[in-house]
Nanobody, 119 residues
Framework: QVQLVESGGGLVQPGGSLRLSCAASRSIFSIYAMGWYRQAPGKQRELVAV???????NYAESVKGRFTISRDNAKSTVYLQMNSLKPEDSAVYYC?????????????WGQGTQVTVSS
């Protein structure tokens, strides 16, 4: 059974930092790439960053140089370090297993964690 539990969101000022965590079922974590998505009100969910089990990464252009994805395979946990946050980064952030070739999520979705960037 696939389980994804996101945490670490909150309210932060522009320019600040947050670190998100996602604990995943070991059954999927060991097989698939893992990705962070976000969805702002009125917008489609978008892929922000993805990391393969071997460590290769891919980022959306809007977060390159500011966000860093990492994973701890022993803990079946994926992280998203977010620096230099902007108001447009405000969204609910979700993690999911990802098919690397297509960048499609495998689902189902967890509850997500809210990130709000505001002064």
């Amino acid at each position: 059974q696939v389980q994804l539990v996101e945490s670490g969101g909150g309210l932060v000022q522009p320019g600040g930092s947050l670190r998100l965590s996602c604990a995943a079922s070991r059954s999927i974590f060991s097989i698939y790439a893992m990705g962070w998505y976000r969805q702002a009100p009125g917008k489609q969910r978008e892929l922000v960053a993805v990391i393969r089990s071997g460590g290769s990464t891919n980022y959306a252009e809007s977060v390159k140089g500011r966000f860093t994805i990492s994973r701890d395979n022993a803990k079946s946990t994926v992280y998203l370090q977010m620096n230099s946050l902007k108001p447009e980064d405000s969204a609910v952030y979700y993690c999911n297993a990802v098919v690397w070739v297509t960048m499609e999520p495998i689902g189902p979705w967890g509850q997500g964690t809210q990130v709000t960037v505001s002064s």
